[in-house]
Nanobody
């Protein structure tokens, strides 16, 4: 059974940092494309960052230079290091995984975590 469990969310002031984790189990972790998405109240879910099975990464423009996605294959854990946080980064952050990059990219991944809340105050 596939399971993705996020942790690490919280409340911080603008300029602060958080590190999100996503513990993965039940699938061949190293062969999957994985990513972080977020959804703010009243807004659509948006892709934040993705990491391919070969380790290559992509970021939405607004988080480039501030966020870093990585994965620890030994621990089957996905991370999102978030620095210089801004109030507009506030939202529920979700971990997602799929064996097809396109499905992940468009937000239709087969597997999702339950989410972890990030709140950034000004």
């Amino acid at each position: 059974q596939v399971e993705l469990v996020e942790s690490g969310g919280g409340s911080v002031q603008a300029g602060g940092s958080l590190r999100l984790s996503c513990a993965a189990s039940g699938f061949t972790y190293t062969r999957y494309y994985m990513g972080w998405f977020r959804q703010a109240p009243g807004k659509e879910r948006e892709r934040v960052a993705t990491i391919n099975s070969d380790g290559s990464t992509s970021y939405r423009e607004s988080v480039k230079g501030r966020f870093t996605i990585s994965k620890d294959n030994a621990e089957t854990t996905l991370y999102l290091q978030m620095n210089s946080l801004k109030p507009e980064d506030t939202g529920m952050y979700y971990c997602a995984a799929d064996d097809t990059l396109l499905r992940l990219w468009i937000g239709s991944a087969n597997y999702w975590g339950q989410g972890t809340q990030v709140t950034v105050s000004s």
